[in-house]
């Protein structure tokens, strides 16, 4: 969303600390804003952050201006990434779920882009003062954000929720189409009639009934970070002078993009490895780096990211917004945010240290886990495609590894947590 339009493409992460940490903990409390009050509430809130931390920074007269306008961009991104996942998995049919997805990895894509962009240019004017336009631009999607809260409907899900059932029903004919959504609608009032019987989401969740999902709630975020993505679009340019360079669904199903794209990063990172072994060694210096080598690697980075961009990437946010119940859909994208923040952060902090000690291993590094990950995705994760979202209980129940909790979850834990409630 919006966020990727401030970051600045030479602060090499020395700035993310304070936003990550904030993005974290603000997605915990977004958890419970998004539950009582709705989606589209959580995603204004986002917005007003946004703005107070564009206007922060962009008027900063001294370094505290700048680290607390860094914390309202941060608990903005908590606000966007725990709401908008989840209003887009809710409002789309479950034929387009994915592709409409997608398009919130697309858009985080296309704001790094004009954010480096906008401020190759604004490095370039004069006096010094093109910081102010670099981070105040954030201004401009917060805006965008909060235009298009006040504007949207809320979601059926979210509707029925608190109580507006009529309101949900008319709001589901409007987005479907269609006069009849009669069996939809039933689908999604006996889902919040379950959901309202859980006054603890987050001690639910952590039952074993919910414990495939919350395997990927945790599993797919933090895999994402170590696919070393974040390598690339943080240190780009320490990456491009260490070459010697100046210089970039619906159809398928999730499990095939998650396979196919961690196969051609792998088969990437060890082209890139071997090359970069070879011409530049443990000493960091190639030399005379000939043009056709240098090209060469940027094309396997190219392939690289692009395998990433119609995967990983995406799916990332995808998946996990869909795999949960009602009562526990909220927290459970907490958690998925989090696990992101952390590992960004984590990998932010020690990928300079890394890249000095370990060189060409730290291609390496990442391809073990690109490895890794993507074995658990083929061992584990069940296709949720075309699925719809209240009735994804389903593809566990039908899961020879899974079915083993949620069976003997749902006949033992259940009654444990009525008798609770």
Known sequence: MGGAIVDTGNNNGKQYPGKLTSALVSSIGASKITRLLGR??????????????????????NVWMLIVGRLFLGFGIGCANQSVPIYVSEMAPSKYRGALNMLFQLTITIGILIANLLNYFFAKIEGGWGWRLSLGGAAVPALL????????????????????????KDQLKKIRGVP??????????????????????????????????????IGIPAFQQLTGMNVITFYAPVLSRLLGLEAVLRSCQRRTLFLEGGIQMFICQAIITIAIALKFGVSG?????????AYGLVFFICVYVAGFAWSWGPLGWLVPSEIF???????????????????TFA?????TAMLCHLKFGLF?????????????IYKLLPETKGVPIEEMAVVWREHPYWKLYVEEEEVQVVPQSLEMV
């Open 285 to 293: 210096n190639p030399g005379v780096l000939p043009t056709w080598y």
């Open 364 to 376: 390496i590094f990442f391809a073990i886990f690109v490895i890794i990950m993507t074995v658990f």
């Open 40 to 61: 589209r509430v959580t995603m204004l809130w986002g917005g007003i952050l946004f703005l107070c931390g564009a206007v922060l920074n962009a008027s900063a007269q």
């Open 145 to 168: 954000i909060i235009a298009g809260s006040l504007t949207l409907p809320d979601t059926p899900n979210s509707l029925i929720e608190r109580g507006k059932n009529e309101e949900a």
């Open 180 to 217: 009849n959504v009669d069996e939809e609608y039933n689908d999604l009032v006996n889902a919040s009639e379950v959901s309202k019987q859980v006054k603890h989401p987050w001690r639910t969740l952590l039952t074993k009934k919910y414990r495939p999902q919350l395997v990927f709630a």
């Open 325 to 343: 119940p009602l009562e526990v859909r909220s927290a459970a994208q907490s958690v998925n945010v989090s696990v992101n923040m952390i590992f």
């Open 347 to 351: 990998i932010a902090q020690v990928f």
